[in-house]
Structure formats: C-alpha cells, structure tokens
C-alpha cells in the first residue's frame, strides 16, 4: 500500500516538523513507504544558530532572511522508471544580514502542505551543506530520493517544492510552494526497418512501439494515440532529419513505409509529454542496393 504523509506547522514560530500519517485508502498494488522523514530543523540546530550569530546580533536587529533563488534536479523533470529511485538535489539559495546556516526542503502534492490526501518526499540529510557567496549568502544543498515504489501513475506532474531558510541570529522564512519540479514517467521506443538490405526505390516498412512504466499495475504499457516522428539520417551523418510524423495506435504500435533511397538510420523520435519523458529509439540501419 501507499502512505500518504501530512505535513503538520507545530505552535511557534521555529518548531516546525512533518509528520506522516496513513492514507484513507491505500493504492492498490503499490508496497509500503518507507517512513517520512523531516521538513524542517532540528531542536539543535535551532539552538545553535543564535549561538553562532551573537555577534550579527549584537551588531544590529533582527532580520527576517530572504529566499533567493530554488534549482531543482539540475532544472530538469525527474524521470522515474519502473524500479529503483532517483536521488535529486535541491540547492537553495538565501540571504539575511547574519549570514545563513541550515536550510529545509520538501517535495509534495496537494491542496496544500496539511492535505491528508496529499504526498511529499523528505530531505535525506539532517542538514544541508551550505556554501557562503558573502558574508550575508549561501546557498545550501540537500537530496531528496523519489522510490519508484511509492509512485502511482497520477503522480506524473507537477510538484510543489518547499523551502526554509534559517540565519544565523536564529530567525527563518519558510515558503512551501516556493519552486516546482516535474515527475515523469519514463518512455521505451523501439524501431524496426525492413527489408534489410533493399533495392534503391523499392518501400521500406517501418514499425516500432512506444509504451510507458505503469506505476499502477507494475509494468510497462503502450502509449496510445501519441504522435511520433519517423527521422532518418545518412550513412556517414551525425544528423537526423524528420521524415514525417506518425500517430501511434491505441496500443503505442507505430507503422508507416517510405522509399529506399540510400543507405542510412531510421529511427523513431517522442517529443515527451507533461507526464511523460521524450525519447529516441536506436537508429535501425538499412542498406540499400
């Protein structure tokens, strides 16, 4: 089954904590989670953040930090396929006037952080590792590790991205939608170009399939009615060029004929969707008489 995790604001402006809590009802197929971890600081590094500012607090009055700037995964979606996790890295980037010590992150879904339908996946760190620009800038890193065995298949989309901040002088900004990133699920696209070798002129029949992980069932399956490119390239080019687009079948199956001409790869090319990774197939050589 699938564990739905709560993300719960404790009273006080720095005890902050996420707890995970069962679902109403568990995904069917899918095993257990493994348990949520933390969003937010631990009661030591609350404590030593003030300690490690008493000369900014001294100097001057508190100030709330800021939150700069939040790269998720190198900027790209996180692409996960039937088994295995994908470990990616959150680097968040703050300000304040006493310098920055610690950062938090989350990734989730649902209306909004307390959502009990909703999911999020944890930091794996207790803290970040957080690299000075000046004396007032850092940007912290942290990973989180999205468990493909955690995924069913209306997870493909976006996901809000959590982040806080926490300065040295002990005070913190917290902004839970603050990024997004992108889930996807990853695509297999295979091509097939016969007769192999052919006479100049005469048809070459393509066939190939693109199919998609199925989170839900716990395997792969066609993407029906997808439009895909057929692109050939020469012999002794690096280049591939669009011959035309084909629409799959409702099973994924792709099917079209072109004229042998000269010698060279045809390969199938999916531009991706917003569920789904792009992909290009192998190219399948062809020589032509």
């Not at 949520?36 to 009055?61: C, H, M, N, V, W």
């Not at 979606?77 to 300000?95: C, E, F």
């Not at 895909?228 to 669009?242: A, E, G, I, P």
Request: net charge positive.
């Amino acid at each position: 089954m699938r564990i739905r995790a709560t993300v719960a604001a404790v009273s006080g402006a720095l005890a902050l904590s996420a707890l995970a809590v069962p679902a109403s009802q568990a995904a069917q197929g899918h095993r257990d989670a493994p348990a949520a971890g933390q969003y937010g600081f631990s009661e030591q590094a609350r404590t030593d953040a003030p300690r490690a500012g008493q000369r900014a607090l001294a100097a001057k009055a508190n100030t709330a930090p800021v939150l700069n700037k939040i790269v998720v995964n190198g900027g790209k979606p996180v692409v996960v396929g039937l088994t295995g996790v994908k470990k990616l890295t959150v680097a968040i980037t703050a300000s304040d006037d006493s310098g920055i010590v610690d950062a938090s992150t989350i990734i989730w879904i649902g209306s909004t952080i307390e959502d009990e339908n909703g999911y999020a996946f944890f930091q794996n760190e207790d803290a970040a590792t957080c690299k000075a620009a000046s004396a007032t800038t850092s940007t912290c890193t942290l990973t989180v590790t999205v468990d493909s065995r955690e995924l069913i298949n209306t997870d493909a989309r976006t996901w809000k991205v959590g982040a806080i901040a926490l300065a040295k002088d002990g005070e913190m900004v917290r902004k839970d939608a603050y990024g997004t990133t992108s889930i996807q699920r990853l695509s297999r696209l295979t091509v097939n170009a016969a007769p192999e070798p052919v006479k100049k002129g005469k048809t070459i029949t393509v066939t190939g399939k693109l199919d998609r992980v199925n989170w839900d069932g716990n395997n792969y399956t066609g993407y029906a009615s997808q439009p895909v490119k057929l692109q050939f390239r020469k012999k002794n080019s690096t280049v591939y060029t669009t011959v035309k687009t084909v629409k799959g079948s409702t099973a994924g199956a792709l099917k079209t004929t072109v004229k042998a001409s000269v010698d060279g790869y045809f390969r199938w090319s999916f531009a991706g969707t917003a569920t789904t990774a792009p992909i290009n197939a192998t190219g399948d050589f062809v020589d032509v008489k």
